[in-house]
């Protein structure tokens, strides 16, 4: 699994609130990348990073914002949480090598 | 606009048959095909590759071909175990976009005793 936690990994909260999902990375990949996954959609790239304080959108990334201050931490934000963004929510690092992504266990996100 | 696509949700097979999972793609800048395998409650695992400049590449029971004429690629499971019931996701990487990976929308095979 290259060492990619996330945390946390279940979260459920009320429309309009923020939260903030965390992945943190071991082995030092330049490269993160946070997605959603939801039924009949398969995997959905949200932003991604390619070095500390780089990061770029992804195919989803209205209402959602990143943030990589360390190369270890990828912070995935919603500012105002909706009903919409009940999913999924999977961190991967790598693809330096043969597009090789690792990714994270998960996080299931529940908007009320 | 699914540029990669898993046209069959999902698939049982027999243990011990071939199971063949299916991939097409719309985008002629791809470049680098991979498969993934995802078991529920997990991330998605790294199963297999293959870069275009190639038309098969093969790794023990696992076989992933590529037909760029058709823009298609399949995945063969030889043979099919049950520890191999999961989802797969195709997906793939253009030239000029980074690493950053496009996926289908999964196949749930179901590997039956």
């Known amino acids: 699994d290259a060492g990619i936690t996330q945390s946390p990994r279940h979260k459920v909260t009320e429309t309009g609130t923020p939260v903030t999902l965390r992945c943190h990375q071991t082995e030092n990949h330049r490269y993160m990348y946070w997605y959603r996954q939801d039924p009949g959609h398969g995997l959905r790239l949200i932003h991604y990073?390619?070095?500390?304080?780089?990061?770029d959108k992804g195919e989803v990334s209205d209402g959602y914002s990143v943030s990589r201050s360390k190369t270890e931490d990828f912070l995935l934000t919603l500012e105002s949480a909706t009903s919409s963004q009940t999913s999924v929510y999977f961190c991967?690092?790598?693809?330096?090598?043969?597009?090789?992504?690792?990714f994270g266990p998960g996080t299931r996100l529940t908007v009320l | 606009d699914q540029q990669v696509k898993q046209n069959s949700p999902s698939l049982s097979v027999q243990e011990g048959r071939i199971s063949i999972l299916n991939c097409d793609y719309t985008n002629s800048m791809f470049d680098y095909f991979l498969w993934y395998k995802k078991y529920p409650a997990e991330g998605p695992t790294f199963l297999i590759s293959?870069?275009?400049?190639?038309d098969k590449n093969e790794d023990g029971r696992f076989t992933v071909f590529l037909n760029k004429s058709a823009k298609h690629l399949s995945l063969h499971i030889v043979p099919s175990q049950p520890g191999d019931s999961a989802v797969y996701f195709c997906a793939a990487s253009a030239r000029g976009g980074g690493n950053k990976l496009t996926f289908g929308t999964g196949t749930q095979l179901k590997v039956e005793l």
């Open positions: 990073s390619y070095g500390v304080k780089d990061t």
């Open positions: 991967a690092a790598g693809g330096e090598i043969n597009n090789e992504q690792f």
């Open positions: 293959i870069s275009s400049i190639k």
